[in-house]
């Protein structure tokens, strides 16, 4: 008997210019009559969190809203949220913003139902085993395109202790709701557009090539890849695009739904770039990846072939164009406006080798379709500097 595997993407969604004003009849609708906002200040800044609260008011929710959340979450930043959310008597969460708030949201509804702390929830130590009980209803509201964390089951966090971001990860993390509205991604400025566009776009390429059988998941992945290639530039260049604003959500979106499948050795490398060195995380995918594509070709030459297809580049047969993918991905990396290595991004060369330590110790190279040692990591970081 073969082995059994499980496929799943079971999240409402809600997608339109728009919906954002929804959210107080679906919070309701899950019997949420208090509502806690995780947002970060810039969001805040930008006026997207007043229409959230207007529309929970509307649906007769009372709110308060947390901003205190910084690119890269901390454990101090989702315990001082719980904290807060404990205070406010809430019943709800609604998480409004890039991944960082969205991944928060979710952290809180575990901290505030579950007593361990938060490392021993680690996904590299099968943490999710101890995900026991109900957590708090959510909605989460995206406002960049990118992560994917609406959709996704998993909130990334860096522990106090060890400065190392980990992965928690259970099926009762997932948003009850996730609201797609295409106008709120309108004020997010180019670079951070492009960066969050390369994250998804890391996503897609990783899910797809990962080790194991998702049919699913590779289909989802594939269109995911095939909307990065035609709209990232677009969005990039021309913000009040909606159509590729609203495709740049849906590729968002897609990709955190077909990495359930699993990651790979590009997102172990840019884990502790963002730890160490607080690089955003799609500007350390989108610096490492090339490499990535190049270390992989021999494991899957027919999946990086495709890819390259996807993304224009030319070739006759399957050789070629698995040769071709790297060039692809660094030539839409450069329309984008992004650095080119890692040396532009201020991180010293002489601190590669720690880091190719973190990156051997962090657990999403485990699906890569090509099995990484320490070296290996290390030559990654050198190729891509």
């Not at 509804?109 to 361990?116: E, I, N, V």
């Not at 297809?309 to 329309?335: D, I, W």
Request: hydrophobic residues 45%; charged residues 20%; proline residues 5%.
């Amino acid at each position: 008997m073969s082995e059994t595997v499980v496929w799943s993407f079971p999240t409402r969604i809600l997608f339109g210019a728009g919906s954002a004003v929804r959210v107080g009849e679906e919070l309701k609708a899950l019997g949420s009559k208090r509502a806690f906002v995780v947002t970060d200040a810039g969001v805040r800044g930008a006026g997207l969190v007043d229409p959230i609260v207007e529309s929970l008011k509307a649906a007769g929710i009372e709110s308060v809203v947390f901003d205190g959340i910084s690119s890269n979450p901390l454990e101090a930043e989702v315990l001082a949220a719980t904290e807060a959310y404990r205070n406010a008597k809430a019943d709800g969460v609604v998480a409004l913003g890039g991944g960082s708030p969205l991944d928060v949201g979710k952290l809180v509804r575990l901290a505030a139902t579950h007593p361990l702390p938060l490392a021993q929830y680690d996904d590299a130590i099968d943490g999710w085993q101890k995900i026991t009980k109900p957590v708090p209803p959510m909605v989460a509201i995206p406002t960049t395109a990118g992560t994917g964390s609406e959709v996704g089951r998993s909130g990334v966090v860096t522990i106090q202790a060890t400065n190392r971001k980990v992965v928690i990860f259970a099926p009762r993390l997932l948003a009850n709701v996730a609201i797609l509205d295409p106008k709120l991604t309108e004020t997010m400025p180019p670079r951070i557009t492009a960066a969050t566009g390369m994250d998804a776009l890391t996503h897609c390429i990783e899910a797809y090539c990962a080790l194991g059988d998702h049919p699913m998941a590779d289909a989802i992945a594939l269109q995911g890849i095939e909307l990065c290639g035609k709209h990232l530039e677009n969005a990039v260049h021309d913000g009040k695009d909606l159509e590729a604003r609203g495709a740049m959500l849906k590729a968002s979106m897609m990709g955190a739904v077909a990495f359930q499948k699993g990651l790979g050795a590009c997102h172990s490398l840019a884990h502790p770039l963002s730890a160490e060195h607080h690089l955003h995380h799609g500007l350390a995918n989108a610096v490492c990846l090339p490499a990535v594509l190049d270390f992989n070709r021999s494991a899957v030459p027919e999946k990086i072939a495709r890819i390259a297809k996807l993304l224009g580049a030319r070739g006759e047969n399957v050789e070629t164009l698995a040769f071709e993918c790297s060039g692809a991905v660094r030539a839409l990396r450069k329309k984008i406006g992004l650095a080119e290595g890692l040396g532009a991004t201020g991180v010293p060369e002489d601190g590669l080798p720690k880091l190719a330590k973190l990156a051997l110790e962090d657990a999403c190279h485990r699906s890569n379709p090509r099995a990484c040692t320490e070296e290996d990591m290390l030559a990654l970081y050198k190729a891509s500097f």
